[in-house]
């Protein structure tokens, strides 16, 4: 597993805090995606990201960040599709006073503050052709101009850009630029979906149910077989953040209804119902659940597995102990739901 210490999932709109950020999650694709952003960190050359909306580029690049040479240098973001053109050109190279309608004092832009550091540009695509030939001058000479003003001024600055589209496409068609693409990508890493690495939406849907409650001074019991198996059987197209948002708004109904135990709905549309899982899986455990909430300084990686374990369990039962049955209702490979029971010692309970 690979897991840094952070409050909050979300990197600060700006520039970030001087720490790595947090990063969960066990499957061959996630931990593949960290071990090639580790080995891109030591090398100063530009980097792009790939990946859909919400698969975690930004903590990537965080990652590249907090790994390279320049860990104490500023790591400072930018989303280009945020801006116009005008404001985005205005925003990366500073302005001068005066340079516009507005215009009354000298800006820093996002290079400037960005020295000594790394320079996320997320969304990389929505930049225009004019705002990417001066990126591309950038990268190629360090060098760039304050809007309204003739001085040139060099960046130290290691440029990370993030797409969550076919940027070779989009070159292709004349709508990015191909030089720009060529240095961009000395390095490409993928940013892999939550939907190919299902293993770790247990502890990820765990983890952020688990912090709501802590703020919220409430108990997580974990979640039910039919939660765990309605999680584990969406497509999560909204991908990390959604998570998030349908754990959390799962506890915030579940203690707001007065509930007690284990979370056994799953509200992944605020404005419907909540999800259940085919009646295969909606049985409850055998046994009373009275565990503890744990205290506030915890043993995390202990208290997942221990969550994995009973939830593994719970789909046993429910399922009869029909191991092909299970690893289909959760959405696992048979290798993995054996590997599940031999990493738990996990055995059918005798009656009597």
């Known amino acids: 597993m690979a897991f840094f210490t952070r409050n909050n ?10 720490q790595p950020p947090e990063l969960i999650g066990q499957s061959p694709a996630f931990l ?3 071990t090639h952003a580790s080995a891109a960190a030591a090398l100063d050359r530009p980097l792009l990201i790939c990946g859909e909306r919400g698969s975690g580029k930004e903590l990537i690049a965080a990652r590249v960040h907090f790994l390279s040479p320049r860990w104490e240098g500023p790591f400072v973001k930018l989303n280009c599709a945020a801006l116009a053109e005008d404001l985005l050109d205005s925003e990366l190279f500073g302005h001068e006073a005066g340079a516009f309608t ?89 940013a892999p979906p939550l939907r190919a690495r299902r293993e770790d939406i247990p502890m990820l849907a765990a983890h952020f149910a688990s912090k709501l409650a802590h703020e919220a001074n409430a108990r997580f019991e974990g979640f039910a077989p039919e939660a765990l198996a309605a999680l584990l059987g969406h497509d999560w197209p909204g991908n990390v953040r959604e998570l998030r ?62 969550l994995e374990k009973r939830w593994t369990e719970a789909a046993l ?36």
Do not use: C
């Open 245 to 306: 948002n349908a754990a959390e708004r799962s506890l915030y109904r579940w203690i707001a209804g007065g509930r007690e135990g284990p979370i056994e709905d799953i509200v992944l549309d605020p404005f419907s119902g909540a999800h259940r899982a085919p009646a295969s899986l909606s049985a409850r455990p055998a046994e009373p659940r009275n565990e503890a909430p744990p205290a506030a300084s915890y043993d995390f990686r202990r208290e997942l597995d221990a």
């Open 102 to 190: 507005g215009a009354t004092r000298r800006h820093a832009g996002r290079f400037e503050r960005a020295g000594g550091g790394t320079l996320f540009l997320d969304e990389i695509a929505s930049a225009g052709l004019r705002t990417q030939e001066k990126l591309l001058r950038v990268i190629e000479y360090g060098e760039y101009e304050r809007v309204g003003g003739g001085e040139t001024r060099y960046a130290d600055v290691r440029i990370v850009a993030a797409a969550n589209i076919d940027l070779p496409r989009l070159a292709e068609e004349g709508k990015f630029r191909a030089d720009l693409l060529d240095r961009l990508a000395f390095d490409v890493i993928k």
């Open 9 to 18: 999932w979300y990197i600060s709109p700006v520039e970030a805090p001087r």
């Open 32 to 34: 593949d995606a960290l």
């Open 317 to 352: 039962i429910a399922t009869a102990w029909n191991q092909r049955e299970t690893a289909k209702a959760l959405k696992l490979t048979y290798d993995q739901m054996r590997g599940l029971i031999r990493k738990h010692g996990l055995r059918p309970r005798r009656a009597g």
